[in-house]
């Protein structure tokens, strides 16, 4: 996984997580699902890349 791609998928969950918590102790519904979505985002991002990771390393062993 690429560093870049590594910390915006962070970023997303940990600036996520905070809009969701920001909406909850505000009631602002249309905060809290901002925040999940993004959340979502960095989540799904995270699990792609760890994909890509994944095939490179068989794509790596079927070359060896």
Do not use: P, R, S, Y
């Not at 970023?11 to 909406?23: I, N, P, R, T, Y």
Request: proline share 0%; glycine share 10%.
């Amino acid at each position: 996984m690429g560093i870049a791609d590594k910390f915006e998928n962070a970023k997303d969950q940990v600036v996520g997580k905070v809009k969701e918590a920001a909406g909850d102790a505000t009631n602002d519904e249309k905060l809290q699902t901002e925040g999940a979505a993004q959340k979502f985002d960095g989540q799904v991002g995270e699990k792609v890349e760890q994909g890509k990771d994944k095939l490179n390393d068989v794509v790596d062993d079927l070359k060896n």
